[in-house]
């Protein structure tokens, strides 16, 4: 048959259309292009803004959906599943019904489904960006039980797909957790005054859990829709949907090779298209193929059909278990690893065969098949015979496999094992993060013993497989280890020896991609280690050391749970200190809240895209955009020659180019702007402008190399008190050390995303951004375009979180686009895809610290010398400023009667860094308190009594010469250990340390203290504008922005309260520029401070003009009345409030002085185990006291406590950006950064929240310098997270210690599980390190 017999007759047989519901309502599609994706189609053709992009590739679950599909009519079986809707071919949802988060209620609140309310009710949704996608998994939880509720650990796992960057996930794993069944397994002892557990709210809620579960219906249609053959025909390529597996075969023999492409979750090869630009033409579903479905057990196998998702496999294996046969532990050794593998929503669609076949450096299932010996199953239409092949042969390299080019696996065999022999598997993963993280090193093992007389009945090896990912391009198996172990006895001795043997057999350079290769080697160790002792134990063997029961089976995380402490509401305020919801919280829950990107476009709106320098520091010598510009669609090109103004621009200093006019600084800076008529024509286009450089040199990209070029932005900053060489002189002893702190990645869960409107007519450009800073982006707009500002305005209507990262570096991309709608002449848009985003929008800042302390025999600091450097990248943009602010951070909650700090910003070719939650202060924490731990180090002390011993008392001067008022840290201290029960613990951690070898615990405490208001004086600002309707609702405008913080609600409270009127009356619309001008940035943690202000003395004076209507106070009057009378009696009903902080000045360190308006102070517990073998973590237990003065709304601040610790837990623990470099880096290219997406940057996961959080607001504490006396709270509990850090660091001391180290050892940040491992020196790390383990450092990117 030729492959036109072949197609015309799948096409005579075939539908050309697709079927299928959503949100209950049926589409019939007859235009599908198979390269749409289903959010893709959910977004652009039905318009629903509910399923979000937030990173296009699986990782972040903003896009989550849920999809039913009848899979066994006669007995009506319906398969739930969520999936990631940007990964989804909509070819592949024929025959589903497909329900996003406006399927599940609306904002009437009468159809609303309770995951939507209960979220808002237990203040899950902060920014609102990563709800629509949490709304789901928890609702597919429910779901995918058919109907029954969920358990408690059910609900841990379901939530693996999902980032969130706002909540630190304790409130959605609260709001989940009200849904179980089995609630009585949460702690409840009886709770404290003021105090409300996971338990209590569980048990608030369980009285409204019906059964059967709120739950959209399933289309009868559906029921009875039986599947056909489809072939749909896009524009360039088609679709095939065979139903057998002869039909199949054929298809894939007309179309061999690459001439068409088999699919099943479409999660690899939609990762191809998206990333590698692999085009096809043809791509074949195997979904309904039923022989690659089947999962069976038969007396001598396991059947795995290749088209099993991992989902439905995981269900199997769960039952085959519980049938308990002798399966020499082949179902634990998959579930083990189908525990961390990937996501749910991944897991529901990937399929097994997809992931052999991929053939993976890094998959994690491939070495457990290995181990097993498993047989795969290939058909070919060609040949009546499937041809066997083992698994162990099938890898040829790097993505390469034995297979034909028309071949399909239909099936992988894993044969039982004997059961009268002693056969064991296991299985191994290391990752950056246990949630939806590939692994680092993944292993599979399988061992098969006999005991022998002639041993002295010692086991001797009869068979072994040793196989691991992520040691070469593929899966690999350590061979010739394996053959030289054959016949040799299960001990110790034997293992030494393959230790040696492995790590000869897999040598690493430092130029492997992925780099970590001493940590790679040392993990193959620790695995085997774990395997050689989970053997032993099974064995029983008398000689099995104690501390092996510990490492022979995975680490069991207890289920998690916390519990929240508010001091009762002042009595006088009547809303002010409620904890009212988010003002958007329904819309979010609902899907309802738009972002810019969820805006419908105006007619005329052309797309844009950037291009950008692939070349850091280069001259650009020609751009070539003849291919570009034949791109269908294609407008215009858009460059610095179009710049009608300067193309200068800056928040500091006008220091970088909006379009690279000759040199490009840095990778990632913008050359020019393609625009086209749409989205995709424009990204098209832009990958074909060709562009020609000339490399220049020095590259600089590290802070080594710019000390070394001496490249800086402006002098040395100085910062002194006293004489540090009197201090020096005085001390008794002095410590050095140099530390490296990484920086980090915002992963704010929206993308940039822009839409300029220019108006011809009168010179008027309107934009729709989300940005932090709007008066500073209309500023610098108007500066590019060359027009008066009052021309430009700016609208924010609410941003999926920005942390800093939107305060100034939004601005360039913005810039280039208003230049571009300027030379169009029509409205331009863009969405930075997620990888872009990271690239090019700037990091906080990695530091280099050079300190030295001098103190005496008891730990009273005499003085304290630092050099900082922190690498700003290309533009200074705010580096000096965060420079200054680290300097002034410095000291944290210590008295150093004598303190020099030199500051330097690097100037480096790196895309410009910025700021950052916390603006310098982490750093400046994490030093001193870095100092505190060396001090009690060296003095064999407890650090806590250093700290103790060095704190400031009321009334003492900072370094910069300000008194300390309203002190509290000491009474924190006291509480904190006190309801922490700190010291009795700390009794037991060093217990559970002299008993346990391989598995160490830290606790430690560390309270923080946080300067509020902006060191320059014209920053402490702030403007309100109240307008008052006649019919009594409110308008509300303030200067600061929504970013996920709460700010809107709490100025509607402050406004309600003044007023006097019901919160509901009280409306903000949006920030713009057009109704409160000159705004400051939001940030610095001072907008409630500034703008609440603002915002009551407007409303202060609309009361004292209503007051004067009130003849008899005693006669009530309704707000609706008294605003109506007012109408009348004409009296204005706007009003404009401002705001300047009193007492603020610039700071001036040539005169040692800077003013900050007051601290918020604050300490914390926190209490890890770290698995010392492989650098794995889990947070224990943390207990936060926090002192918020008198909150504005408790359970906001609650929130942001929370999201603040576990971001700064991400910062200083996992997350960590790498680029190439000249010297740690090689295997990257200069420059590059390679961790620029979920896949590869990992931010804290809903597995990585304390098992046991307790939050608590300081009871009795004022301050007279803030609105109602409360406290800004945005950044400052980030630096309480350094108590993990610490925490992590005296576990691995603990192990040192065990191995003999005693001494002091350098950690730098983020304790990733690789510095972790490593610096857990023994054995392990020696056979790799040699005789410089013990102060080996991985490499790091600063
Ligand atoms: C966010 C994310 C997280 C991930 N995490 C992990 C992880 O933790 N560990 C891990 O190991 N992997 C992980 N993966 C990889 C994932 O497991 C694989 O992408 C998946 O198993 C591939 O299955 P699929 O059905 O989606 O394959 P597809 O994308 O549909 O296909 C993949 C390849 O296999 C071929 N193919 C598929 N089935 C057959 C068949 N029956 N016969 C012949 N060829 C076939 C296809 O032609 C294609 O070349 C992750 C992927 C993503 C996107
Ligand atoms: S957008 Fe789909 S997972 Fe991130
Ligand atoms: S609320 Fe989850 S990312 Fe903002």
């Not at 709007?774 to 610098?780: E, H, K, N, V």
Request: proline share 4%; net charge negative; charged share 20%.
């Amino acid at each position: 048959m030729t492959k036109d017999d072949t197609t015309s007759e799948s096409q005579s047989k075939s539908m050309n259309s697709l079927l299928f519901y959503v949100n209950g309502k049926e589409i019939i599609e007859h235009n599908a292009e198979p390269d749409w994706t289903l959010l893709w189609y959910l977004r652009n053709k039905l318009k629903l803004t509910g399923p979000k992009l937030g990173c296009g590739e699986g990782g972040c679950g903003a896009c989550t959906v849920l999809i039913s599909q009848s899979i066994n009519r006669s007995s009506d079986e319906i398969e739930h599943r969520t999936v990631n809707a940007c990964l989804a071919p909509l070819c592949s949802v024929d025959g589903c019904h497909i329900v996003t988060v406006e399927g599940l209620g609306s904002m009437n609140k009468s159809n609303i489904h309770p995951i939507q309310s209960r979220l808002v009710e237990l203040f899950g949704s902060q920014c609102g960006f990563c709800t629509p996608g949490v709304v789901m998994s928890l609702y597919g939880t429910g779901t995918s039980k058919n109907n029954e509720l969920s358990t408690i650990q059910d609900i841990e796992e379901a939530l693996d797909g999902n980032l969130c960057r706002c909540t630190g996930y304790r409130p959605i794993l609260d709001t989940a957790k009200t849904f179980a069944s089995d609630i009585d397994k949460l702690p409840h002892e009886e709770s404290l005054p003021f105090t409300s557990t996971t338990f209590d709210k569980c048990l608030s809620f369980a009285k409204q859990n019906s059964l059967p579960l709120s739950q959209v219906e399933f289309p009868e249609k559906l029921r009875h829709y039986i599947p056909q053959s489809l072939h749909i025909m896009g524009s360039s390529i088609d679709w095939y949907r065979p139903l057998s597996l002869s039909e199949l075969l054929q298809l894939r023999h007309t179309y061999r090779g690459d001439a068409s492409k088999l699919v099943f979750g479409n999660t690899r090869v939609e990762i191809e298209r998206k990333f590698k630009q692999i085009k096809h033409t043809c791509l074949i579903s195997l979904t309904h193929i039923e022989e690659l479905q089947q999962l069976k057990r038969t007396a001598d196998e396991f059947y795995l059909g290749a088209g099993s998702t991992f989902t439905r496999l995981k269900l199997k294996l769960i039952e085959w278990t519980n049938e308990k046969i002798n399966d020499g532990g082949i179902c634990q050794a998959l579930l083990d690893q189908l525990r961390y593998f990937a996501s749910t929503q991944i897991r529901n669609v990937a399929s097994l065969g997809g992931n052999v076949i991929t053939a993976s450096s890094i998959s994690d299932i491939n070495p457990v098949l290995q181990a097993a010996g498993a047989e795969l199953e290939l058909h070919r239409a060609d040949s009546t015979e499937a041809r066997y092949i083992s698994l162990r042969d099938f890898f040829l390299g790097n993505g390469r496999v034995s297979m034909a080019d028309n071949e399909v696996l239909v099936a992988i065999h894993i044969p039982l094992p004997n059961p009268s022999s002693k056969w064991f598997l296991r299985s191994y993963k290391q990752a950056r993060r246990r949630d939806d993280s590939k692994g680092i090193v993944s292993a599979g093992f399988q061992v098969q013993l006999e005991q022998l007389d002639s041993l002295d009945g010692q086991w001797q090896i009869i068979s072994i497989c040793l196989s691991f990912g992520g040691m070469s391009s593929t899966t690999i198996m350590a061979k010739n280890t394996q053959q030289q172990l054959v016949g040799l006895a299960w001990t110790r001795i034997t293992i030494n020896k393959a230790f040696k043997l492995i790590l000869q057999e897999l040598p690493l350079d430092e130029q492997t991609p992925g780099g970590q290769s001493e940590y790679r080697r040392t993990l193959v160790q620790s695995f085997l280690f774990k395997f050689y002792a989970y053997v032993c134990v099974e064995l029983r063997l008398s000689t099995t050391d104690s501390s092996f029961l510990s490492i022979a089976r995975p680490f069991h995380r207890s289920i998690s749970h916390g519990q929240q402490t508010i001091p009762e509401r002042p009595s006088s305020q009547k809303t002010v200190g409620t904890s009212l919801p988010h003002q958007s919280a329904y819309l979010q829950t609902t899907g309802k809240a738009i972002f810019i990107d969820d805006m419908p476009s105006l007619i005329n709106t052309l797309h844009a895209a950037l291009v950008l320098s692939t070349q850091p520091n280069a001259k650009i010598k020609n751009i070539d955009i003849g291919a570009a510009s034949q791109v269908p669609g294609f407008v215009s090109f858009v460059s610095y020659s179009d710049v009608p103004g300067s193309n200068k621009i800056g928040v500091m200093e006008l220091d970088e180019e909006v379009f690279v006019s000759s040199i490009a600084p840095c990778i990632g800076a913008i050359i020019g702007v393609v625009v086209c008529e749409s989205e995709q024509e424009a990204l098209v286009a832009s990958k074909l402008v060709q562009i020609e450089y000339e490399l220049l040199t020095p590259t600089i990209l590290t802070i080594q190399d710019a000390i070394h070029n001496e490249s800086y932005f402006g002098d040395e900053m100085c910062l002194r008190q006293g004489d540090v060489n009197k201090g020096f002189a005085d001390a008794k002893h002095i410590l050095e050390e140099t530390l490296w702190i990484g920086g980090q990645e915002h992963f704010y869960l929206e993308s940039n995303s822009y839409m300029v409107i220019p108006s011809n007519d009168d010179k008027e450009l309107t934009l729709y951004l989300g940005t932090q800073n709007p008066s500073t982006t209309q500023d610098l707009i108007a500066l590019v375009l060359g027009r008066d500002v009052s021309r430009i305005t700016c609208h924010v209507k609410r941003i999926g979180g920005a942390f800093g990262g939107k305060e100034s570096r939004s601005i360039p991309p913005c810039a280039a686009i208003a230049v571009a709608a300027v030379k169009t002449g029509r409205p331009v848009r863009l969405t930075l895809d997620r990888h872009t985003d990271i690239s090019i929008t700037g990091h906080r800042h990695p530091f280099k610290i050079e300190y030295k302390v001098g103190f005496t025999d008891e730990g009273l600091f005499c003085a304290l010398d630092i050099r900082m450097w922190n690498n700003g990248g290309c533009s200074l943009d705010t580096s000096s400023a965060i420079m200054e602010w680290a300097m002034l951070q410095m000291g944290n909650c210590y008295r150093f009667p004598h303190i020099r700090i030199r500051g330097y910003a690097c100037k480096t070719h790196l895309p410009s860094n910025t700021a950052f939650r916390g603006f310098g202060a982490p750093q400046a924490m994490l030093t001193c308190e870095n100092v505190v731990e060396h001090v009690a180090s060296y003095l064999k002390r407890d650090p806590l009594m250093i700290r103790h011993l060095n704190l400031f008392k009321e009334g003492e001067l900072t370094h910069y010469g300000q008194a300390l008022e309203h002190w509290n840290v000491p009474r924190i201290l006291e509480e904190l250990s006190r309801s922490s029960d700190f010291f009795q613990r700390q009794i037991h951690v060093n217990e559970f340390n002299r008993t346990n070898i391989y598995r160490k615990r830290g606790l430690c405490m560390i309270p923080a203290k946080y300067g509020i208001g902006f060191p320059v004086q014209f920053l402490n600002q702030a403007g309100a504008l109240v307008l008052i309707y006649k019919d009594g609702s409110v308008l509300l405008s303030h200067g600061g922005v929504e970013i996920g913080q709460g700010l809107h609600i709490k100025m509607i409270s402050i406004a309600a309260e003044v007023l006097g009127c019901n919160i509901d009356r009280i409306r903000i619309s949006e920030t713009s520029t057009d109704k409160v001008h000159n705004t400051t940035t939001t940030g610095g943690s001072a907008s409630s401070d500034l703008n609440g202000m603002a915002v009551r003395h407007a409303c202060e004076q609309l009361r004292e003009r209503l007051d004067t209507l009130l003849v008899d106070k005693n006669v009530p009057i309704s707000w609706e009345d008294l605003i109506k009378q007012a109408y009348f009696a004409r009296i204005d009903l706007c009003a404009h409030g401002f705001y300047a902080t009193p007492g603020m000045f610039d700071v001036d360190f040539s005169q040692n002085r800077a003013t900050c308006n007051y601290f918020t102070q604050g300490a914390a517990v926190t209490e890890v185990e770290l698995d010392t073998l492989t650098g794995d973590w889990h947070l224990l237990r943390v207990d936060i006291l926090m002192d918020v003065g008198k909150s504005l709304n408790p359970s906001i601040d609650i929130g942001q406590i929370e999201g603040a610790y576990m971001q700064g837990v991400g910062l200083f623990t996992m997350e960590e950006l790498i680029w190439g470099d000249h010297t740690e880096h090689k295997w990257i290219k200069p420059g590059e950064l390679i961790t620029c997406g979920p896949d590869t940057y990992k931010i804290p996961s809903f597995s990585d929240v304390p098992i046991d959080l307790r939050v608590s607001l300081l009871s009795d504490s004022s301050n007279p310098r803030a609105i109602y006396s409360s406290k800004g709270i945005g950044e400052p509990p980030i630096l309480l997270a350094t108590s993990a850090f610490f925490a992590l660091k005296q576990a691995c001391m603990a192990y040192r210690q065990d191995q003999g180290f005693q001494d002091y050892f350098t950690l730098h940040s983020p304790a990733t599980v690789e510095r972790l491992r490593m610096a857990c020196a023994d054995e392990f790390t020696r056979r790799v390190c040699s005789n410089e383990h013990q102060t080996y450092q991985p490499r790091g990117s600063y």
